[in-house]
Antibody, heavy 118, light 107 residues
Framework: QVQLQESGPGLVKPSETLSLTCTVS????????WSWIRQPAGKGLEWIGR???????NYNPSLKSRVTMSVDTSKNQFSLKLSSVTAADTAVYYC????????????WGQGTLVTVSS | EIVMTQSPATLSVSPGERATLSCRAS??????LAWYQQKPGQAPRLLIY???TRATGIAARFSGSGSGTEFTLTISSLQSEDFAVYYC?????????FGQGTKVEIK
């Protein structure tokens, strides 16, 4: 059973860069698609983007100018960087995937709360 | 971007009753639609994909239907553990988009 675990700072200052890592266990990270999704408190889900293990990416146009995703197959990890954050970026951030393809998400991390505040 | 609109925002249902949730896409997504259940403090859980296929381990009381722009999630007889927020998600186009959610609460 594949498991995903997000990690990273829970507090980021405005204008700085949010950095999160998702560690995959119980399965291979290779040859699959890996996504980041976020959820502000009390609100809905927003897909941030996805990366394939080759390094190819798709980003949400609403965030594209600030988002960078990367993958480290040797560590079974993939990462998210979101630059120039504001309070509007405060949310629970999830990593998620499906071994079927870049479609729906049947494996999720538990989520990590990132607060943007000085 | 495809906008997903769910209705109603809140659905009040008694245990044992049937719940019907709707999801509308701003343009056709064919059958590339998924439904998720989310409980407080938890990650979403995949219920349905392909508009009508139950995910592994999902109870038969959950069923999905529809194609194109109109979709429905039906919970045939609500159990106590089904009170949660439900989201639809299209995966026909980039970016992937979710509906705003329907909260199913105890009547």
């Amino acid at each position: 059973q594949v498991q995903l675990q997000e990690s990273g700072p829970g507090l980021v200052k405005p204008s700085e860069t949010l950095s999160l890592t998702c560690t995959v266990s119980g399965g291979s990270i290779s040859s699959y698609y890996w996504s980041w999704i976020r959820q502000p408190a009390g609100k809905g889900l927003e897909w941030i983007g996805r990366i394939y293990t080759s390094g190819s990416t798709n980003y949400n146009p609403s965030l594209k100018s600030r988002v960078t995703m990367s993958v480290d197959t040797s560590k079974n990890q993939f990462s998210l960087k979101l630059s120039s954050v504001t309070a509007a970026d405060t949310a629970v951030y999830y990593c998620a995937t499906s071994y079927v393809g870049p479609y729906y998400f049947d494996y999720w991390g538990q989520g990590t709360l990132v607060t943007v505040s000085s | 971007e495809i906008v997903m609109t769910q209705s109603p925002a809140t659905l009040s249902v008694s245990p044992g009753e049937r719940a019907t949730l709707s999801c509308r896409a701003s343009q056709s997504v064919s059958s590339n639609l998924a439904w998720y259940q989310q409980k407080p403090g938890q990650a979403p859980r995949l219920l349905i994909y392909g508009a009508s296929t139950r995910a592994t381990g999902i109870a038969a009381r959950f069923s999905g239907s529809g194609s194109g722009t109109e979709f429905t999630l039906t919970i045939s007889s609500l159990q106590s553990e089904d009170f949660a927020v439900y989201y639809c998600q299209q995966y026909n186009n980039w970016p992937r988009t979710f509906g705003q959610g329907t909260k199913v609460e105890i009547k």
